[in-house]
């Protein structure tokens, strides 16, 4: 029977530390931080994306 303390040989901890916990947040906080800009973007700046809302321009189909 082992000691509560002591470490198990056989058993490797990977990314225990806490820099790996905090790299794990903060890129989980930046990967949302990104995709909602890339929902925002946009609508907050329609003209750089090529999107008009209020287009009144009509679409002609040509026929080839």
């Known amino acids: 029977m082992?000691?509560?303390g002591e470490?198990?040989?056989d058993f490797v901890r990977i990314g225990q530390s806490y820099?790996?916990?905090w790299v794990k947040i903060v890129s989980g906080w930046l990967c949302h931080l990104f995709y909602g800009w890339s929902?925002?973007?946009p609508i907050v700046m329609p003209d750089r994306f090529g999107v008009s809302l209020f287009?009144?321009?009509k679409c002609v189909?040509?026929?080839i």
């Open 2 to 4: 082992r000691a509560p």
């Open 39 to 41: 929902l925002i973007a």
């Open 61 to 63: 189909l040509r026929s």
């Open 7 to 9: 470490n198990d040989s």
């Open 55 to 57: 287009s009144k321009q």
């Open 19 to 21: 820099t790996a916990v």
